[in-house]
Nanobody
């Protein structure tokens, strides 16, 4: 059974930093791509970035480019999202998701999802 568990969310002040983790079990990251997404109340789910099994990253959202960085700890089956220079509009539930082998350019085709972790950016 494939399972993804997000952690690392919480309350952070504007301009601060946070690192999210996505721990995967039931499969190896060598054969899957892991993407990060977020959804704020009243808004559609937004793809942020993806890390595939060959170490190639895909960025989906211009709003976080240069501030958010995805990385992978292959040995630990964990994918990270390092978030810097956080803004109030970064407040959302953040999800990680998996698809086979490669990231899609449109952020579609992710079939396995975690439950999400809340990130709140506020002073």
């Amino acid at each position: 059974q494939l399972q993804l568990v997000e952690s690392g969310g919480g309350l952070v002040q504007p301009g601060g930093s946070l690192r999210l983790s996505c721990a995967a079990s039931g499969f190896t990251l060598d054969r899957y791509a892991i993407g990060w997404f977020r959804q704020a109340p009243g808004k559609e789910r937004e793809g942020l970035s993806c890390f595939n099994n060959s170490g190639v990253t895909t960025n989906y959202a211009s709003s976080v480019k240069g501030r958010f960085t995805i990385s992978r700890d292959n040995a630990g089956n964990t994918v990270y999202l390092k978030m810097d220079s956080l803004k109030a509009d970064d407040t959302a539930i953040y999800y990680c998701a998996a698809r086979a082998v490669y990231c899609s350019t449109s952020g579609t085709g992710f079939s396995s999802w975690g439950r999400g972790t809340q990130v709140t950016v506020s002073s």
